[in-house]
């Protein structure tokens, strides 16, 4: 899947991990204190990033919940969307420009479902941003305002490089203890 930004690959990621209808999963997008700090997803756009999934072939409805409110359509992912989801979870991110949300999401969807696999993501991203850094500090160009502004890039690329690392202990701890529920809070930065 192809999207510039994280908010339907999360859809479809809390899909995999468990069927839901609309109104849970905005919920659950709702009380995650960790999603809310990366990506905010107001619950008119849970349900128009549904439909997008599904016209994507990425969901399909599953079941039908009847009650005294309005009809819940329950989603869940299809063999193409979880396909999808396990090739997004595994690519790091090419733009620097999308490093605080697509990446930070893409990271924490991994640690929710599997930290060693988290582990390969922090690690190919971060492979892949000291390539960048490299290719970047060779650059030269004629404007001063163009030189600070890939300066400054480059100081952001260098900032989430060492926040990786940060991220990848993070990882390593939680693969080393024993299975637990997703994660719901962001990891704190040393004081």
Same mark, same amino acid.
């Given at each position: 899947?192809?999207?510039?930004?994280?908010?339907?690959?999360?859809? &479809?990621?809390?899909?995999?991990?468990?069927?839901?209808?609309?109104?849970?999963?905005?919920?659950?997008? +709702?009380?995650?204190?960790?999603?809310?700090?990366?990506? !905010?997803?107001?619950?008119?756009?849970?349900?128009?990033?549904?439909?997008?999934?599904? +016209?994507?072939?990425?969901?399909?409805?599953?079941?039908?919940?009847?009650?005294?409110?309005?009809?819940?359509?329950?989603?869940?992912? $299809?063999?193409?969307?979880?396909?999808?989801?396990?090739?997004?979870?595994?690519?790091?991110?090419?733009?620097?420009?999308?490093?605080? $949300?697509?990446? &930070?999401? !893409?990271?924490?969807?991994?640690?929710? !479902?599997?930290?060693?696999?988290?582990?390969? &993501?922090?690690?190919?991203?971060?492979?892949?941003?000291?390539?960048?850094?490299?290719?970047?500090?060779?650059?030269?160009?004629?404007?001063?305002?163009? $030189? &600070?502004?890939?300066?400054?890039?480059?100081?952001?690329?260098?900032? $989430?490089?060492?926040?990786?690392?940060?991220? !990848?202990?993070?990882?390593?701890?939680?693969?080393?203890?024993?299975?637990?529920?997703?994660?719901?809070?962001?990891?704190?930065?040393?004081?």
């Amino acid at each position: 899947m192809h999207a510039d930004w994280p908010a339907e690959n999360i859809v &479809l990621a809390l899909l995999c991990e468990r069927p839901m209808h609309g109104y849970e999963l905005a919920q659950l997008v +709702k009380t995650d204190a960790a999603l809310r700090a990366i990506w !905010r997803i107001e619950l008119s756009e849970v349900y128009f990033l549904l439909r997008k999934l599904l +016209k994507q072939g990425f969901i399909a409805e599953r079941a039908e919940e009847r009650g005294a409110g309005p009809r819940r359509v329950i989603y869940a992912p $299809t063999p193409s969307g979880q396909a999808a989801l396990d090739a997004w979870l595994v690519s790091p991110e090419k733009y620097p420009r999308n490093l605080r $949300t697509a990446l &930070l999401a !893409r990271i924490y969807m991994a640690l929710r !479902r599997d930290p060693a696999l988290a582990l390969r &993501l922090i690690d190919a991203q971060a492979e892949h941003l000291a390539n960048w850094l490299g290719r970047e500090r060779e650059r030269v160009f004629e404007d001063d305002v163009v $030189t &600070l502004v890939h300066r400054f890039r480059a100081a952001q690329v260098e900032a $989430t490089i060492i926040a990786l690392d940060e991220l !990848r202990r993070l990882a390593l701890a939680r693969a080393s203890a024993p299975a637990r529920p997703p994660i719901a809070t962001p990891p704190r930065r040393p004081a």
